[in-house]
Nanobody, 123 residues
Framework: QVQLVESGGGLVQAGGSLRLSCAAS????????MGWFRQAPGREREVVGA????????YYADSVKGRFTISRDNAKNTVYLQMNSLKPEDTAVYYC????????????????WGQGTQVTVSS
């Protein structure tokens, strides 16, 4: 099975950018659809973006469309989330997850999760 480790979180001012990375080990990330999720205090975990196994299909939550970009580099066994024009409401713990299907945005189908990385956007 795959193990996932996120990095790249931190504190940034509103309008700034961060790039999150999700490094996979144990099994090639190419076997999985990948997703980025976030959870803010007192709120449910929500999908931010997802990318199919092939990279040909992508999904973004309405709240991040046009600002966030998900990508994958199967050769490096890594998935990325480029976050631009960050807003205070983007503050959350961001998680990378893998689903053993070609494509899904259904949280319940994501079986493997990283430990999360904190993103804090100050106003």
């Amino acid at each position: 099975q795959v193990q996932l480790v996120e990095s790249g979180g931190g504190l940034v001012q509103a309008g700034g950018s961060l790039r999150l990375s999700c490094a996979a080990s144990g099994r090639s990330v190419s076997f999985y659809a990948m997703g980025w999720f976030r959870q803010a205090p007192g709120r449910e975990r929500e999908v931010v973006g997802a990318i199919s196994r092939s990279g040909g299909a992508k999904y973004y939550a309405d709240s991040v469309k046009g600002r966030f970009t998900i990508s994958r580099d199967n050769a490096k066994n890594t998935v990325y989330l480029q976050m631009n024009s960050l807003k205070p409401e983007d503050t959350a713990v961001y998680y990378c997850a893998a689903a053993n299907v070609p494509w899904t945005v259904t949280t319940a189908q994501y079986s493997y999760w990283g430990q999360g990385t904190q993103v804090t956007v100050s106003s």
